[in-house]
């Protein structure tokens, strides 16, 4: 890594940043030692713990990446060899800012949030890590975890002179390999402010009234995110080899070539950039890339080729378009990769799609400028540039309002409002074709039997960031189910498609992850010989973690015995299971059957007692109100599954679903087994009748005690 002498300017700072630490009655000598010991820290070499090894990391990339609109992709990766430099200088630019303003440096003393020295110098003894979770749990011990009582201080309040913990470091996500015990190769953090409700009082009644409102309006979102890995040889040379993306990188778009292109979809806007970037980037990077590796596969009017997505190797492209992704999602500018003894810090900048990354940190070695300093000045600098953004906004459109997040139901969400805001983005009826096709009105009937001659979906997401210019093909695995019949075994796959063997699948926003992956709303287009072609609203369950997928492998069997047997009766078409032709993803395409019981009662309430008069807490203990039409209905359909052997084993309110022509379904048999015993259904159904009647029950008290040891796996 390399160094730069301080100027003489940067040395005055560096005098000025000693100086303003004074003595006041409740700081000790010890209290005026410890911020020089955090800014020459350095963290010792980690090393993997006795008796475990490495995890072989395969690629972070996610099924998802491959959907980031055109707008906000990474288009091109930047190597700065004065970032490290700038960054740390930031520690002493503010001290001088806080010197100028007249405002000293805040005073270390009894009472603090501080994490004092010797707590650091334990956590460092703890160096011997197994994954992901112990590396980044170390990072917070011995680095984060003074950096986030100290930077707010400096970059948001100065004026209140004390040392209190306002911003959070928190886990978004992890990826583990299933061993006996999961071991996390992959931990993904962010970092943000709090809650302006639960910032310390005592801190926003002695700020200015402008500086408060900036943060009430920066609270409760994320500016940073991290991605820890755990020891690996993969991980480390994928860190190093970073540097090759400065000139090969190739921006990712997706080769499903050959079909008729949607125009449907919306470009989002591009959100702005601060003014003050964390680091000094030339003026001619930050232009517009223009790349030409960007455009669209070519479009044949006779067949489509649904081409892989990328190498399942762990790659240096993979990681960093994973990171971009959630960088993206986040609408974070930071993006830091830490391997354990190795790092890079990025920079995103929004309007010319480019990663601006950091030259190779060896963290055991980083003396100058020593990490402590350099990790400190970038949570200011990540703050600085939150407020400068929020500045540079002020007077201009605000962004769309991101899609609802799903309820503690996890079933089926409506909005509260009165009259939901429309998204544009759900127009599906305009698709290029020189015919100029139109929407027909269709029967199920008519629709099943063009359904399950499909043999390729074409995956959309038009939802958040996600706003797929180019579909991900997907082949049919298994034939569709319905009332009208049971569909043709699937067929061999091949290279090739007939666009009358395709169908569109456009997904809208997840309104539940539970326990097979995310639950979407969407929509099948089907497009006819003659130009025209039909649509159904869908539900789309989507899984790209393999227990997951093996779950919804297992629900399709146990929808396919229903349908087989035939239970005609208050069970949702299915109208395909398909594979991701890369192997990332595995979908099942099912009819819409309408609301919960259990969204249904908590509209109820919502209507009668409005917002405040439903608790936290209550929506989780939402019992159902249905009339005797209505348990008798979901009943006769609980005993068809039983004549068919089928044992549901999870009945809640959240698995009964009403649609508006009052007919019942009972759904999400992933946790059904196949069970010929009396006692047995007769167990679930009393446990069903007393659900119906107002009981409340949960996953695991749904589940009949006496089925341990008397079942038989669905067949396959």
Request: with cysteine; hydrophobic share 35%.
């Amino acid at each position: 890594m390399p160094t730069h002498p301080p100027s003489s300017d940067e040395a005055s700072r560096e005098a000025a940043l000693g100086q303003e630490v004074n003595s006041a009655p409740s700081s000790t000598p010890e209290d005026q030692e410890e911020l020089p010991k955090l800014l020459s820290f350095c963290p010792p070499a980690l090393t993997q713990s006795p008796g475990t090894n490495p995890p072989l990391l395969k690629s972070f990339f996610d099924f998802y990446d491959a959907h980031v609109d055109e707008h906000l992709k990474l288009n091109r990766v930047v190597v700065l060899p004065g970032m490290i430099h700038d960054i740390s200088e930031t520690v002493a630019s503010t001290t001088m800012d806080l010197t100028t303003a007249g405002l000293p440096l805040p005073i270390l003393g009894k009472g603090d949030d501080w994490y004092y020295s010797r707590s650091r110098n334990f956590a460092c003894l703890q160096n011997e890590v197994a994954d992901a979770t112990a590396i980044s749990r170390f990072y917070y011990d011995t680095v984060a975890h003074s950096c986030l009582v100290a930077a707010p201080v400096w970059a948001l309040f100065p004026h209140f002179g004390r040392y209190r913990r306002s911003i959070y470091f928190q886990r978004l996500y992890a990826a583990y390999v299933p061993f006996d015990v999961p071991r996390y190769d992959l931990e993904v953090y962010s970092l943000g402010i709090a809650e302006f409700s639960r910032l310390p009082q005592e801190v926003m009644t002695s700020i200015p009234r402008h500086v408060s409102d900036e943060i009430r309006q920066l609270s409760g979102k994320p500016y940073a995110v991290w991605l820890f890995t755990s020891l690996s040889p993969e991980a480390e040379e994928a860190i190093r080899d970073m540097d090759r993306l400065m000139n090969d990188f190739q921006p990712f778009v997706c080769q499903t070539s050959g079909h008729p292109r949607r125009t449907d979809g919306m470009h989002l806007p591009v959100p702005v950039d601060s003014s003050r970037l964390p680091c000094h980037v030339p003026e001619e990077l930050l232009e517009i890339s223009q790349s030409d590796t960007t455009a669209h596969p070519h479009h044949s009017a006779d067949y489509i080729l649904p081409n892989s997505l990328h190498s399942k190797t762990f790659s240096a492209k993979d990681f960093v378009q994973h990171a971009w992704t959630q960088a993206v999602l986040h609408d974070s500018t930071v993006i830091v990769f830490n391997t354990g003894n190795y790092e890079r810090i990025g920079i995103r900048h929004r309007k010319s799609q480019t990663l601006f990354l950091s030259e190779l940190i060896h963290i055991p070695s980083c003396k100058d400028p020593a990490y402590g300093k350099l990790h400190l000045g970038l949570y200011i600098g990540i703050l600085q540039d939150a407020l400068g953004r929020l500045r540079k906004r002020h007077g201009m459109p605000q962004r769309p309002v991101p899609a609802a997040q799903p309820t503690k139901l996890g079933k089926r969400p409506r909005s509260t409002s009165p009259e939901p805001p429309r998204n544009t983005r759900q127009k599906l009826n305009l698709i290029e074709d020189k015919k100029g096709g139109k929407p027909l009105a269709s029967n199920d009937e008519n629709f099943w039997n063009e359904v399950n001659k499909r043999l390729l979906g074409l995956v959309y997401l038009r939802y958040k960031v996600y706003n797929s210019s180019t579909p991900v093909a997907c082949k049919r695995d298994r034939p569709s189910l319905s009332k009208h019949g049971i569909g043709l075994d699937h067929p061999e796959h091949r290279q090739t498609y007939e666009i009358d063997e395709s169908m569109d699948i456009i997904l809208d926003a997840p309104f539940s992850c539970g326990a097979v992956g995310s639950v979407h709303k969407g929509k099948v287009s089907l497009r006819l010989s003659d130009g025209t072609y039909l649509e159904k609203d869908v539900v789309v369950k989507l899984a790209t973690k393999p227990k997951y997928r093996r779950r919804i492998r297992l629900e399709y069997d146990a929808y396919h015995l229903l349908w087989s047997k035939p239970v005609r009766r208050g069970i949702l078409p299915i109208y395909g299971l398909f594979e991701e032709c890369n192997d990332l993803a595995t979908f099942m395409v099912m009819g819409n059957g309408g609301t919960s019981l259990a969204q249904r009662e908590l509209d109820r309430k919502l209507q009668d007692q409005g917002i405040a008069g439903v608790k936290e807490g209550q929506v989780s203990e939402t019992r159902p109100i249905v009339t005797p039409k209505e348990r008798e209905m979901f009943v006769s359909i609980l005993k068809a599954c039983h004549r068919a052997e089928v044992c549901h084993r999870d009945i809640r309110p959240e698995n009964l679903l009403i649609n508006s022509e009052g007919e019942g379904f009972i759904i999400d048999f992933d946790r059904a087994l196949l069970i010929n015993s009396r006692g047995v259904h007769d167990e679930e159904m009393h446990q069903f009748k007393a659900c119906l009647d107002g009981e409340c029950l949960t996953s695991k008290s749904a589940q009949p005690k006496t089925a341990i040891g008397k079942f038989k796996w669905l067949p396959q």
